[in-house]
């Protein structure tokens, strides 16, 4: 633990995407590079948290001075952030498949026989829904992300009621905001009412700023 504000403090962050098997070789995914996730456990664990960071397959070197536990499907991510609790705080960046296959298959799937196969979808379960919950076990701040198009901070509102997390940082994706692909992102922070907009920032400024006003809020540290 690096001596800071939030020392003592213990934090839960979800990142990359999941992988969920349809035969041994293939899977469904989301499109996910796993640098917010990551950048922010890196973040919290500068300013002193005990950081477990529960991730899907990415290619983003572990950030230094976490506990890692590598993860593929969202049933898999969502035992791991259950093991990892009790936590102060979680942040779910993680961009968990919506769906699994049912039943996956023991044995490569064949294209020989002429056949199309049939895959029969099950719904995932919604990690950052499920840590929201509350109970004995709940994460006193629970932070989610929501990716829109439009309507940002309205579809931002609608979620944070839905999933019952505390706060949502809400990404700007459309295109005249030149998040995908680009190096920086516009996102704003919705804390309960209060709403907060972000000049465009780098992943690892949004990563900083993020783990500054956890700081502040968990400890009123003042430093955000
Ligand atoms: O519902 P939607 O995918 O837009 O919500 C995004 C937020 O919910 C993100 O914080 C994401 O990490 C989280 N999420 C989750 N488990 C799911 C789906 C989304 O934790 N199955």
Redesign the pocket.
Known sequence: EAPGPLRGWRALV?SGPTHEPIDPVRYIANRSSGKQGHAIAGALARLGASVTLVSGPTREPDPDGVAMVHVES?RD??AACQDALPVDVAV???????WRVRAMSSQKLKKEGGQLPALELAE????????SRPGRMRPGLV?????ETEKVVAHARA?LA??G?DW?VANDVSPSSGTFGGTSNTVHLLRGDTLEDWPPLSKEEVAQRLAAAIADHLVGTGAE
């Not at 779910?92 to 919506?98: G, T």
């Open positions: 979800t969202a991510m969502l779910c960046a993680a961009a968990v498949a919506d995932n379960p919604d990690i950052l829904a499920t840590l932070v989610g992300f929501a990716a979620k839905r999933k997390c949502i």
